[in-house]
Every structure is written in C-alpha cells, then in structure tokens.
C-alpha cells in the first residue's frame, strides 16, 4: 500500500554537534520542527568533529582531546548509547632523534568510500594524514605526506598556522573512485591523489594568495574548506582564506566565484556547504576578515549567502538571523545540509546556536542556545522507525 | 608503588590510587598502559615526551625524563598542570 511505503521511507534529521565543552545528538522529526537534544557527551572534551558513518548508520567517531591531556578518538557502535576509546588514535611515527612531530589534536574524521566498509580517514593538527581500516579502532599513518621534505615544508611549524593550531582537513573521496582523494591543509594548500594516496600533487591553480606571497609554493595557500558537489563529482568548492572558488574537473584552474559577492561583504569565511543534489548550488557563511581579522559576522549582522548558478550571483538568507549586534560566526566544520527535499541547512556558531533552516536557506529557527562554543555540526538522514 | 591518578584520568583506572611496578617511570607508565589501556597516550606523546600540561612528582620531586629511577617504596603522582583557566 503506498502508506506503507511512505511510512517506511519517512527520513528524519540526525545533527551531530562538536563543542569545545563536549558533543550532542539533537534528534529532530520529520517535519524538521522539533528537537530533542541528547548530551553532553564527553563533558569537558574539546571535541573537534563528530561523525556518523553513513554506510552502517551506527557507528559515530568523535575527534577529542582535553586541556591538559593528549588527543584520542572515541567510537559508539550503537548511535551514542555507549563509547569506548579507539585502541591506537591517530599518531604520527616515532623518529630515533627525538624531533618527530606529535599529535595535538585529531581535527577532521571523514568515512571512508562505500566500497570499504571501516575506511576511515582522519586529519590532524598539525597537519597528518591517518587511516583506519577497523572502523577508527587502530590508525595509522597515511600516505607518505607525514613525512614527505617537501610536504613538510608545505606545513610549516606551529607559528605558521592558525590561533588553534595548523589543520589537515576535508578530506574528500570521490564517490566514484576510492583512489581518488583529495585533501586541504591550513596551511599548505590543496592536494589530490589518484592511486589510493600512494602519491598526492598540489592543486593550487587560479588561488590567491595573501598580497607579497609566493602563488606557487603552497606553504602560503590556506584553504578553509573544500567540498564535492555529490550530485556531480567533477565539481568542487572552496571557501579560502582568499577567496570562493569553483573548480571544474578534469580542469585543474580554480575560479573565484566570490568576486560576485556583494563588497560590503566580501567573500571571506570558513564553511561551504553544497547542495546534495544540484551542483549548480552552494551556500557560504561570510564573516569579518579585515585588518586584523575579528572573524566576526560582518558588522554584526549574520547571514548566509547562497548561490543558485555555480557563483554567478549570490542571494543574501538571513530571515530569522539577528538583525544587528551578533557578533559570532561559524567555524569550517559548523555548517551542514541535510539530504531531504528541500534541503535543510544547519549551522552551529562560536556562539554555542544552532541554527537550521528547512527551505533551503529561505528562513531560519534557533535549535539551540547556550552550547559551548561549536566547533562542528554533521547531519545525517536516518529512518524514523530506526530508534537510536 | 602507589600511584597517585588525577581526575580526568580515573575514567581509566576507576581510582585515585592505583599501585604501579617498574624500575624506571617508563617502566611504570608501561604497566599502568597495560592494565588501563589507552592512558599513557593521554600523558606521554607519539615521540615519548611528556604532554605540556601533565606533570609527574616523585615523592612530591617534579621530573622530567621519562628514565628516571624509582622504588617500590616511592609515591608517583600524577597530575594535571596547575595553571588555571
């Protein structure tokens, strides 16, 4: 019967929110108009990323350290009723002289392609490339970038990152081919392989970079966020600390959509959200990035930007936003979409709001108040008879 | 030994107190690592050296390096760096 069917099918959101104070579920219904927010988990822990894997629906990683001890990881095989402590988290190799760099923090989780179920990879800072093949039980180094002189240099050391400590992040697998993957690094740029990480190249055409740089050496590219339009994996975004950009595969020459963003604002900020199934369509979070980089909302005044035609043209959603004296923003990893129709978005502030919009943008509702500052929001789609 | 735990670490080993073995304080993390798993990560880096803000005492004598001597008659303590914030 269709009612049947309907019931079966009937999706509802699943946010997954990292804090510097620890990690919630906020367990929404299918009209993405309640809530139910279920946390702290790990109270305490600076959690950087929490991530549900999406080919078992279960199994959650949550990237976390606290002040005073080292980093691990923790897993949930069962949506976050139980957790237990990832035998070997993400570390880089020993060196005999002592000079060997350490994990401060394990930064970004991202699960592996569909075709290997328990891939998982995971950047750190400073910049480290990770994989587990247990479901994110024992990590070990990816890659030959850990060590690589020249990826080193491309790194640069501590003092060249950002006021959190330099990052490897959004590590994106192409949907179509596990040996294609591409990474960012703040700093150090853009980088792609296609032979499963044997090797990975730069991929730094068309970006700028800060006035008086060098555009060809990455170690002064800082891309902030990089996504893969699902829908089309030959397209890729990036918000950058110079700039949006577009890049379409198989070309290599990244072009700065931000330049159509309106100059009162301009085209700088951390997250980038694309649509899950019209690549012509992407939403950034513009914030403050003049004289000494407030990383603010722009005047005080929050809003996304979205674009309808690949960064032609932008539209500013702020309905529901404050109108004046917000002073937050959202970080690289706070801002998510959902896969329904229409598109939710979700965005979590340093301000500890969770933010969503269920019209794609068009209005916004607080989830949420009074969080520790959010570090990373994911959504995931799950049945609603499933439980959890 | 007696090994005195501080609090964001009794997740591991259930106590403030636990006894640890070793002639070294290597050797005494190594223990303490293989009955509570996962703890010397949380206190001793990648490359063997000891986190910034977790510090061990013996017999309430800070220490920095990971060979030095104990006995069975010593107290470790464990602690997290006492700076605020």
């Known amino acids: 019967m269709p009612g049947d069917t309907a019931t079966s099918t009937t999706l509802v959101p699943l946010i997954l929110v990292a804090t510097r104070k620890g990690a919630w579920l906020v367990r929404g219904d299918a009209g993405r108009s309640r809530w139910r927010l279920d946390g702290p988990h790990f109270l305490g822990h600076i959690v950087s990323h929490l991530m549900l894997d999406p080919r078992d629906g279960r199994t959650l990683l949550a990237a976390a350290k606290t002040g005073h001890l080292g980093p691990t990881v923790f897993r949930s095989m069962d949506l976050g009723a139980t957790w237990r402590e990832a035998a070997r988290p993400p570390a880089f190799a020993k060196r005999a002289d002592g000079k060997g760099r350490a994990v401060d923090h394990t930064f970004w989780l991202t699960p592996g392609h569909p075709s290997e179920p328990g891939c998982w990879y995971a950047g750190t800072s400073p910049q480290g490339l990770f994989r587990s093949e247990d479901g994110g039980d024992t990590w070990v180094p990816f890659s030959s970038i850990n060590d690589d002189p020249d990826y080193l240099r491309w790194m640069g050391t501590v003092q060249d990152g950002t006021p959190d400590g330099p990052k490897l992040h959004s590590i994106l697998v192409d949907p179509r081919d596990p040996a294609h993957l591409y990474f960012g690094m703040s700093g150090g740029g853009v980088h792609e392989s296609r032979n499963a990480g044997k090797t990975f190249a730069p991929l730094l055409n068309g970006l700028e970079v800060v006035e008086g740089f060098d555009v060809a050496d990455p170690t002064f590219h800082d891309p902030h966020c990089l996504r893969l339009s699902p829908a089309d994996p030959d397209r890729l975004y990036q918000q950058n600390h110079c700039g949006i950009y577009r890049l379409d595969r198989p070309g290599d020459t990244w072009v700065r959509i931000g330049r159509t963003m309106p100059p009162e604002v301009g085209d700088i900020g951390f997250p980038m959200v694309v649509h899950p199934r019209d690549p012509d369509r992407a939403w950034v979070f513009p914030m403050d990035g003049q004289t000494v980089w407030p990383r603010t909302s722009p005047d005080g005044k929050p809003a996304v930007y979205g674009t309808r035609d690949a960064g032609a043209t932008w539209q500013r959603l702020d309905a529901g936003l404050p109108r004046e004296q917000a002073w937050w923003t959202v970080k690289r990893q706070a801002m998510s979409a959902d896969a329904l129709d229409p598109v939710g978005l979700y965005f979590g502030t340093t301000s500890g709001e969770l933010w969503m919009s269920a019209d794609e943008g068009g209005s916004w509702t607080c989830v949420a108040r009074h969080l520790p500052e959010i570090y990373a929001v994911e959504v995931a789609q799950r049945s609603a008879e499933a439980g959890g | ?85």
């Open chain 2, 1 to 85: 030994m007696k090994v005195l735990i501080p609090t964001p670490l009794r997740t591991y080993t259930g106590a403030h107190c636990v006894a640890g073995s070793g002639t070294t304080l290597a050797e005494v993390l190594a223990d303490l690592e293989a009955r509570f798993p996962g703890i010397r990560f949380r206190m001793i880096d990648e490359q063997d050296r000891m986190r910034p803000h977790v510090r061990f005492f013996i017999n309430g004598r800070a220490v920095h390096d990971l060979a030095v001597r104990l006995d069975d008659t010593d107290e470790l303590a464990i602690v997290q760096a006492l700076s605020g914030g």
